[in-house]
Every structure is written in C-alpha cells, then in structure tokens.
C-alpha cells in the first residue's frame, strides 16, 4: 500500500490549492482517509477526513468553511480543496488511511495505517 500527496505548492494569502492523495494496492473508498499537517516546532495537526463508506466528513476548526475534502473512486484518490489560505495554514501535509475505523470520524493521528510521503503548503505574499 502506498500513498501520495500532491498538489502544494506556494500561494498567497486568499489564495487556493488542491491536494490530492492518490493510493496504490489499495481501493480508498473502504477505509476512512484523513489529512494532517505539521508546521515547523509543532505537532502534527489532524486537518479533515472522510468515511469511505458512509461519506461522512468532517473538519478541524480551524478551517472549516475554507477546506473541503472528497472523494474521487474512479480515481481512487482523496482530495483537500483548500480556499481562502491563511499563513497559518502553512505546513507540510499528509495524508493517511485507516483501514479499520472504529469510528465514522478518525481524528487520531495513531488510528491511521499508512501515511503518504507529505507535500509543503507554503502561504505568503
């Protein structure tokens, strides 16, 4: 199983991005895949994730209302849409699978199976 997040690169403040985490050797629509991110000297941050089966999704405040995640089975990859970026939402991302959720909500980094490499979301004028 291999995971690969894509898509970050340098925007200014209000600007947007797309994240997109694609996986092989695994169909992501059965398993609960969540974004995180780690800013320097900080925590790895739970972001967003998404049930595969029931759909259900679900955000950290932080960016609720500004980042949107979904799924794509044709292309078995999970996406993060991300509007409206702030400075603060500067960090590398990553994206993650659990493949046995024992909630519809997985908001705990340790929960997660597989780990994509990460990608640097870099926001400033």
């Known amino acids: 199983v291999q995971l690969q997040a894509s898509g970050g690169g340098l925007v200014q403040p209000g600007g947007s991005l797309r994240l997109s985490c694609a996986a092989s050797?695994?169909?992501?629509?059965?398993?609960?895949i969540g974004w995180f991110r780690q800013a320097p000297g900080q925590e790895r941050e739970w972001v967003s994730c998404?049930?595969?089966?029931?759909?259900?999704?679900a955000y950290a405040d932080s960016v609720k209302g500004r980042f949107t995640i979904s799924k794509d089975n044709a292309r078995n990859t999970v996406d993060l849409q991300m509007n409206s970026l702030k400075p603060e939402d500067a960090a590398v991302y990553y994206c993650?699978?659990?493949?046995?959720?024992?909630?519809?909500?997985?908001?705990?980094?340790?929960?997660?199976?597989?780990w994509g490499q990460g990608t640097q979301v870099t926001v400033s004028s």
């Open positions: 993650a699978l659990d493949r046995h959720p024992t909630k519809v909500v997985v908001t705990d980094a340790t929960e997660y199976d597989y």
């Open positions: 050797g695994i169909t992501l629509e059965y398993y609960a």
């Open positions: 998404i049930n595969g089966r029931s759909g259900t999704t």
